[in-house]
């Protein structure tokens, strides 16, 4: 996978193999972000785990899966989004209130827009998933 986005191809990857039904998923693309969304979806029980394994390049990234992501994806433009209305884009990405998160840049740091509405920030979206 040479393309522009990391990150869209790692979720495209992930989502991929849970269509499947495999267990785990390799990948050769490893980066700050990536990982900060893996541990996010980790946190929130999307993902069972994942590990970067060394080599001589960028490393290795092992995910694996449980089998509970319905959809995901990178969020293309990155939209600004207020810290109040974060339910325009809920209502465009996720499918029920409540039902799945949005990844969203924030001043603090990457988290889930949750955490944002609860800390009251706003940022920019970066991926979805439910």
Do not use: W
Not at 40 to 58: C, G, M, P
Request: aromatic share 8%; hydrophobic share 40%; with cysteine.
């Amino acid at each position: 996978m040479a393309l522009n986005d990391p990150l869209a191809n790692v979720l495209s990857a992930v989502l991929n193999s849970e269509r499947l039904g495999k267990s785990e998923c390799v990948l050769a693309t490893s980066s700050k972000l990536i990982k900060t969304v893996l541990d996010l979806l980790k946190r929130s029980n999307y993902i069972e785990d994942f590990k970067i394994i060394k080599d001589n390049k960028a490393g290795l990234l092992k995910i694996t899966l449980q089998g509970s992501i319905n959809k995901c994806g990178a969020i293309k433009p990155r939209f600004s989004v207020k810290k109040d209305n974060f339910e325009k884009y809920e209502k465009r990405y996720l499918l029920a209130k409540d039902f799945g998160i949005l990844i969203v840049s924030t001043p603090k740091g990457i988290m889930t827009h949750y955490e944002a509405i609860e800390k009251r920030l706003g940022g920019r979206l970066i991926a979805y998933c439910y």
